[in-house]
T-cell receptor, first 110, second 113 residues
Framework: GQQVMQIPQYQHVQEGEDFTTYCNSSTTLSNIQWYKQRPGGHPVFLIQLVKSGEVKKQKRLTFQFGEAKKNSSLHITATQTTDVGTYFCAANTGGFKTIFGAGTRPFVKA | NAGVTQTPKFQVLKTGQSMTLQCAQDMNHNSMYWYRQDPGMGLRLIYYSASEGTTDKGEVPNGYNVSRLNKREFSLRLESAAPSQTSVYFC????????????FGPGTRLTVL
């Protein structure tokens, strides 16, 4: 069935360095969403991308949707300790189901 | 406006016992979802309900049943719990307005011994 591959699963990041997580799908997506889950918490919606090649920014977070609408990335500039948690991409192919990636967890070292 | 609420927050069961996880949303959303989250595996869809009166299987439905009691409530039942069902269970409801957003409840941490 439909799968969304997200990499890396974990990454050690020095505070102040940049960090990127990637999502890839074998099929064209209607849209892609990004969620953040703090340790012990629940996923919280960050943003949705719909258009081919779309780029959106939220402060230090930059989200991109690929031209073919099969991949997406989340780039965090100057990572801070407040960025800890797990970042998930979630893809919708047009129906009611949303498929989540396995998540990327940055380990931020001060 | 509480959003999505789930009960209980924690539960320990013995193998073979049954229980129902409750979920309610007050955002007037049509679609509701049940996910399980295991370490390193992200969120896997168990069942979903596109609208009141309908339910459909997700990726991992075996061992579970659901009921969409009304527009607000969507419950998940384990008829005979197994250790493999030890997990964190999240309920979500979906907004399809300007952003296709899922709102998650706080989760139920279930341990099956």
């Amino acid at each position: 069935g439909q799968q969304v591959m997200q990499i890396p699963q974990y990454q050690h990041v020095q505070e102040g360095e940049d960090f990127t997580t990637y999502c890839n799908s074998s099929t064209t997506l209607s849209n892609i969403q990004w969620y953040k889950q703090r340790p012990g918490g629940h996923p919280v919606f960050l943003i949705q991308l719909v258009k081919s090649g779309e780029v959106k920014k939220q402060k230090r977070l930059t989200f991109q949707f690929g031209e073919a609408k099969k991949n997406s990335s989340l780039h965090i500039t100057a990572t801070q300790t407040t960025d800890v948690g797990t970042y998930f991409c979630a893809a919708n192919t047009g129906g009611f189901k949303t498929i989540f990636g396995a998540g990327t967890r940055p380990f931020v070292k001060a | 406006n509480a959003g999505v609420t789930q009960t209980p927050k924690f539960q320990v069961l013995k193998t073979g016992q049954s229980m129902t996880l409750q979920c309610a949303q007050d955002m007037n959303h049509n679609s509701m979802y049940w996910y399980r989250q295991d370490p390193g595996m992200g969120l896997r869809l168990i069942y979903y309900s596109a609208s009141e009166g309908t339910t459909d299987k997700g990726e991992v439905p075996n061992g579970y049943n659901v009921s969409r009691l009304n527009k607000r409530e969507f419950s998940l039942r384990l008829e005979s719990a197994a250790p493999s069902q030890t997990s964190v269970y999240f309920c979500a409801s979906r907004s399809q307005g300007n952003a296709d957003t899922q709102y998650f409840g706080p989760g139920t941490r279930l341990t099956v011994l």
